[in-house]
């Protein structure tokens, strides 16, 4: 393992005080916690939350910032973060007007948020959340009952921090939520597996030659193993499956094709070149398309896409609208 | 040699292709050219173009926009582009007032760079330049004469593209650009090689426990191989060279840690945390801060510091203007 560290216990403590050194014009982190909050005044809005295992960066406190996030909660390594570092999360954002929190389906971090929600509610924080389960390769997974949230968060992320930005309530927000999280579908495909450094070692082994499709961003089990041929085929499985995915829709997509973490963006924007000759062969369209490093799984190689259906005039509004944050752009 | 690509020959091609797909409302591709340019209308300001070899992504095209770059063009990868290609960029960006060429300090570069210049002046634009040499780690290098120009360029492209922005002459301009390039040095470090595509295997060998001080961003050779201890230790080699190349100044600097393609965010961050560290210990400030992935050399691990004297005001006005681009964020 070469990695540029110092100690794996202090990797979450170091990593986050270099990342406020950075965006100290954007956001602070929350003294003797792992929350990073944003600067802004508070207006009386909703706060919005997220948060997770560390080794996805810029996710999710480079999604902090006005327009997006309110707060980050940043646990160990692939690790959810405890029950009273959300609840910090949570105080730091209340508004007067509640906290929703984005909760990526992980058995560990939906109990832990659930547990802050009681927590909070003890305070007298109204607290509501919504459970992002995107990723359609496999239906159960190593760390979760049903499908697992990965890349497609951070839409989620982007719609629901204009919707609070805009003054909705805790409950539209809610109902906007609801109805939000089944239109987005991810799939992602791995050529190399992350190293944890507590571990030292990647967490599979793949041959040289073969790429698995399924993989999810804690390298748990995809769902086939093959030779990888090219880009175009690549983008042909991913392609197929989600547009398959959402049946009979023939209206326009939202596209995130995001990186894993060692893969360059040059074969990101290739593989993106694909995907649009496929969605066009198809006559599908997208509105609104991002490339880049996002929800990454350290230094996995490898990547998603994701396909949001913009079948509601807010989600494109939403996605484009200006926002103060590092990693959004 | 496993990359998310289709044939070698069209690498470039295909990624100009994904990126106009992904940033369509930003840029667009000038017909039958490797040229980015952007969309905004002309208002007569001095045109700020650059360009050099692909492989570096998101330069230099993820800086083309508002504010920054009014072009960009893209060489085949590790190669510099052709002048009739640097023509086109030219001719797409002038709007009356002469272009700028922002040119990194290879000697291909350089000469088809002044090529084009010439070719221009025929056709009655003015166009001046500069050459960035920022890179102190090596004197002379295996594609050039002098030090070579790395990621410090895109702070270069930066503050002249604000100053274009500003209505400043292109006289101004070469003054400015003069006074600025001396102000950044760089120095970078590898973990581990890129692999060329057509070429299929990495450019360098290093041993599993070592690193490289110097390396270019085409892997050229750098000035010493160790064995890498941690990041508060590599953080130190460069630093303290750094300043120390800086002399006696002791104002405030801007600071760019970019990674090199597979080195993750989190390693990048702990690494600026460390930095942040030693400048303190050094009783030095940073008035702006910027992490990631902006010079890339393919999928090459490692990272690189770069150091902004801020010793004239316009600096840190023009890195913190707002811009219109896909890369700066």
């Not at 949230?149 to 930005?165: D, F, R, S, W």
């Amino acid at each position: 393992m070469k990695k540029i560290i110092n100690d794996t216990q202090q990797i979450v403590d170091e990593m986050l005080n270099g990342f406020v050194f950075a965006n100290a014009h954007l956001v602070h982190r929350i003294s003797d916690t792992a929350v990073i909050a944003r600067n802004t005044a508070k207006t009386g809005k909703v706060g919005i939350i997220s948060g997770g295992g560390s080794g996805h960066e810029p996710t999710h406190a480079g999604f902090v910032g006005d327009g997006m996030l309110s707060a980050a909660v940043c646990g160990e390594v692939f690790t959810s973060p405890t029950p009273d570092q959300i609840l910090a999360a949570i105080e730091a954002s209340d508004e007067g007007q509640g906290v929703f929190m984005v909760i990526k389906n992980y058995s560990g971090d939906v109990m832990n948020f659930e547990i802050a929600k009681e927590l909070a509610s003890e305070t007298g924080i109204q607290v509501d959340y919504v459970i992002v389960d995107d990723d359609i390769s496999v239906k159960n997974s190593t760390y979760t009952q049903g499908r697992r949230g990965v890349a497609g968060t951070i839409l989620v992320h982007k719609i629901l921090g204009y919707a609070a930005k805009q003054g909705k309530t805790l409950t539209e927000i809610k109902q906007l939520a609801d109805t939000l999280v089944p239109s987005i579908h991810t799939i992602g495909v791995a050529l190399h597996a992350a190293t944890v450094p507590a571990v030292g070692q990647p967490g599979f082994e793949l041959p040289d030659d073969e790429i698995e499709f399924g993989v999810g961003i804690h390298g748990e089990p995809g769902y086939r193993r093959e030779k990888l041929t090219n880009s175009r085929a690549l983008a042909d499985e991913l392609t197929s499956k989600l547009v398959d995915s959402f049946g009979d829709y023939t209206g326009a997509y939202a596209i995130l094709v995001n990186g894993m973490g060692a893969t360059p963006l040059m074969e990101q924007f290739i593989f993106t070149n694909d995907v649009h000759t496929l969605l066009t062969e198809k006559q599908l369209t997208a509105e609104f398309v991002k490339v880049g490093n996002f929800m990454t799984s350290i230094d996995m190689a490898g990547l998603s896409l994701t396909l949001l259906k913009l079948d509601k005039p807010i989600y494109l509004t939403a996605l484009t609208a200006p926002v103060s944050t590092s990693a959004w752009g």
